[in-house]
């Protein structure tokens, strides 16, 4: 039987055969083709240059997969905006939104973002603030080991200070932190103490502690203390001498070494349990009276020590130019033959190093004023200028490591201005990137702080600023008053 030449199939005059060759696209699978094209054009560049100091992991979308929503302001590229922005000379947040605009377009992202910072301010806030302490803890860890620093027995040394910063006059920052009691309302500004602590290996933030200016920096302090482990050295001013903390860090076997309090009297030779050589005694604290504020009940405060035995260090400071200054230590650091009288002066003498962290933050970074007007992103600004100082810390060491230099000689300012110029070449190829790493860290350690001994320089201004009158009553009432004059 011959097979008909006709085809039973019916005929449909818009149904073509092309439609037939690939399944149409289902939903997920067009969304996962877009979560993949958003992967790879992540503005993450600078995690080529921090290897190892940002947990990229931190960064992931809490549900990631099918299902979750992509944004170009997702948590990682908003954390580098984030990041970048604290780096950059200017700070704004419209200059952030320029600069993603621009990486965008150097990506071949067609998704861009408006000029408008409104979608950049409310990225900002998604990020988690316990994120951001995990990254800040992460990166400090990353570079405690120094291996141009050696201090016996191979404890770290940790150095403490506090310091303050001003922030935008809004209502909900004045009722979080008030202003000074000497500054008018309306005129004066909100106040954030700070209280951190530093390695002095590295110059890393380890931890740090915030509050207003009617809570101590010892009560800010204490709440840092799980930050601690056993074998810790503690080095601060007269500010944390407290015998309480004394005995609780020694409970938790941190050794302290702080100058003598004001208020205490330096202890004579008579007085002392044993004389080590000169200017340098054993001598032994009595408790305190008990105190409400101490936080302890009479019962708990009676079962602490009645007595503490401390060393006290006593040397001259003579500087050219300043009057001679005599210290006095205090430490429980009892082994003179391990810690003898010259290393301990060194290392107080180095304790100014904080001094210079934070010149180094709100002078070289400028954040010295806060720019955030609500307190939750104030604490979020607080966080990533900590993240961004210890970022550049770590490159710092890096380029002191290969250059085979000691971190301290290296201009943090310097670097600064480097990592600046230096960051937008990351977007190379990952051949390139490998390169530009190593001439990152050879910019960096090509400027050294000369070996100036003994520099004395009065702190005063030739330039004189720009003449204008001070704010002397409510910026509303002088726009009223200026309003009402045009008017008459």
Not at 57 to 80: D, H, I, Q
Not at 198 to 218: C, K, R, V, W
Not at 381 to 388: A, K, Q, T
Not at 426 to 436: L, S
Request: a positive charge; glycine letters at 4%; proline letters at 5%.
């Amino acid at each position: 039987m011959t097979k008909s030449k006709t085809t039973t199939t019916p005929l449909f005059p818009d149904f073509h055969l092309k439609t037939l060759r690939n399944s149409p696209r289902s939903a997920q699978k067009k969304r996962r083709e877009d979560l993949d094209r958003l992967a790879s054009k992540r503005l993450d560049h600078l995690a080529d240059m921090l290897k190892d100091f940002v947990p990229l992991k931190e960064l992931e979308p809490a549900n990631k997969g099918m299902g979750s929503r992509e944004r170009l302001y997702s948590k990682v590229n908003t954390f580098w905006a984030f990041l970048q922005q604290v780096w950059s000379e200017d700070g704004s947040c419209q200059e952030a939104v320029h600069r993603i605009i621009e990486q965008a377009e150097a990506h071949g992202i067609k998704l861009k973002p408006s000029a408008s910072t409104s979608a950049y301010v409310q990225a900002r806030k998604r990020l988690d603030l316990d994120t951001l302490w995990s990254i800040l803890y992460h990166g400090a860890g990353a570079m405690e080991l120094d291996p141009n620093e050696c201090f016996p027995e191979n404890r770290p040394w940790i150095l403490v200070d506090g310091t303050s910063f001003s922030m935008p006059d809004t209502e909900s920052n004045q009722e979080e932190w008030p202003q000074p009691s000497n500054q008018k309302p309306g005129i004066g500004f909100p106040v954030m103490k700070a209280v951190a602590t530093f390695s002095l290996g590295s110059g890393a933030i380890l931890d740090a502690e915030t509050g207003n200016q009617h809570e101590h920096e010892l009560m800010l302090f204490r709440r840092m203390y799980e930050s601690f482990t056993k074998g810790d050295i503690l080095l601060g001013d007269r500010g944390f001498c407290g015998w309480q903390m004394m005995v609780e860090l020694q409970n938790k076997k941190v050794d302290t070494v702080f100058r003598l309090h004001g208020m205490r009297k330096k202890v004579s030779n008579k007085d002392a349990l044993n004389c080590f050589e000169e200017g340098d005694l054993l001598i032994e604290q009595p408790r305190p009276q008990w105190r409400e504020e101490t936080g302890y009940s009479k019962e708990e405060w009676k079962a602490l020590p009645e007595k503490l035995t401390l060393r006290q260090i006593s040397f001259k400071v003579e500087t050219p130019g300043f009057r001679s200054e005599t210290i006095h230590l205090v430490t429980t650091l009892l082994d003179a033959e391990i810690y003898p009288k010259e290393f301990l002066m060194e290392m107080y003498l180095r304790r100014w190093k904080i001094e210079v962290v934070f010149r180094d933050i709100k002078i070289s970074m400028d954040w010295d004023l806060m720019r955030c007007k609500s307190p939750e992103m104030v604490r979020r600004e607080f966080v990533m200028m900590l993240i961004g100082y210890n970022a550049i810390r770590y490159l710092q060491l890096h380029a002191a490591n290969q250059a085979g230099l000691g971190i301290e000689s290296l201009s943090f300012k310097s670097s600064l201005q480097v990592i600046r110029i230096w960051e937008r070449r990351f977007r190379c190829a990952q051949k390139e990137k490998r390169k530009v790493m190593a001439l990152l860290l050879e910019h960096i350690a090509s400027v050294l702080i000369p070996e100036r001994p003994n520099r004395a320089e009065p702190r005063v201004k030739k330039r004189r600023p720009k003449k204008a009158k001070l704010m002397t009553r409510p910026r509303a009432d002088l726009k009223a008053e200026m309003m009402g004059k045009q008017a008459a």
